[in-house]
């Protein structure tokens, strides 16, 4: 009963972000009317903008509208354009995925490797210039770290642009140029943590009875580590992988506003400075969606990973 346990939890995770996403948004301060009627208030047309977006029923009613609607893909118009959330979600979703895809795979890139390289050389050189990296990336907040490489690589050394974004359709090689120091900024450091989690996963799987077994076999050093320690470990690196991936999507509001990439980040910014609950409420619960996928991708991932877990 692995699987339809993890469905159940699941949807009942996502009526709960529902929940949470439709509150959050209610519990900004100011009114999305008045900020929509310009400088100069007038009760009336207040009043018609309030009943035009149903901001004047009680919210259990604006709740249970909304999330109806959401179920059939409907999210609603933006207060601030008049365009179809959804419809604005999907032009800018590409982005921010390409930004957290090309972070994600940094930061597997960067802490898988590293992670197993210093719980192999535990103890040694490498192990302490490898966890004082770490600590670093770790300590630093990305947007300084963001600041720092935008002053070397772009102001200094005119090597890669400060920031915008063009899309990979219209020109690829610029696309990728562009995204390097954004992706690189979002995916340090949480290749710092990967890291961490990986080489403890491995030092405790190198202290396992099984893995003394494969020695004694003798089987090479390589083969050990790669086959039996480093696959018992992936659990442990799967589990933070995947939640991970999700504050990668999350992380990269900061991250575009820095390099200015019209991605999730601005949008999301955009629409709580101007009061637009319904791009509030569908960039976040488009985001809570996509979290609890990702996580259920990595409980099924886990009977691959694990033939001792099943899903009947």
Not at 62 to 85: C, E, H, K, N, P
Not at 244 to 263: A, D, K
């Amino acid at each position: 009963m692995f699987l339809p346990q993890r469905l159940w939890g699941s949807l009942l995770a996502l009526c709960l972000a529902s929940i949470i996403v439709f509150a959050g948004a209610r519990s900004l301060p100011g009114d999305p009317a008045i900020a929509l009627s310009g400088e100069g208030y007038d009760p009336v047309a207040n009043a018609h903008l309030r009943k035009k977006y149903g901001l004047d029923q009680p919210l259990p009613i604006q709740y249970v509208r909304w999330s109806s609607l959401a179920i059939r893909g409907d999210l609603g118009r933006s207060i601030r354009t008049g365009l179809s959330v959804k419809d604005t979600i999907i032009r800018r979703l590409p982005i921010t995925l390409e930004l957290a895809g090309l972070g994600g795979l940094i930061t597997i890139l960067l802490g898988i490797p590293t992670g197993i390289a210093s719980a192999v050389r535990r103890g040694r050189l490498l192990d302490y210039v490898v966890n004082g990296v770490c600590l670093f990336g770790l300590s630093v907040p990305p947007f300084w770290i963001g600041l720092v490489f935008i002053l070397l690589f772009a102001s200094t050394l005119h090597l890669l642009p400060a920031s915008g974004y063009v899309a990979f359709t219209t020109d690829p090689i610029e696309n990728l140029r562009r995204m390097i120091l954004p992706a690189f900024v979002l995916g340090s450091a949480f290749a710092a943590w990967v890291m961490r989690q990986t080489r403890s996963a491995m030092l405790e799987a190198l202290r396992s009875d099984y893995v003394r077994t494969a020695r004694a076999k003798g089987l090479t050093e390589s083969r050990v580590i790669m086959r039996h320690a480093l696959r018992n470990s992936l659990l442990t690196v799967v589990t933070v992988l995947g939640l991970e991936m999700g504050v990668l999507i999350s992380g990269s509001v900061v991250t575009e506003q820095i390099f200015l990439i019209p991605g999730f980040g601005k949008l999301i910014v955009d629409a709580v400075v101007t009061r637009d609950f319904p791009i509030i409420q569908g960039v976040a619960l488009f985001s809570a969606v996509g979290y609890i996928l990702i996580n259920l991708l990595v409980d099924m991932l886990y009977s691959r990973l694990d033939p001792r877990i099943r899903f009947t």
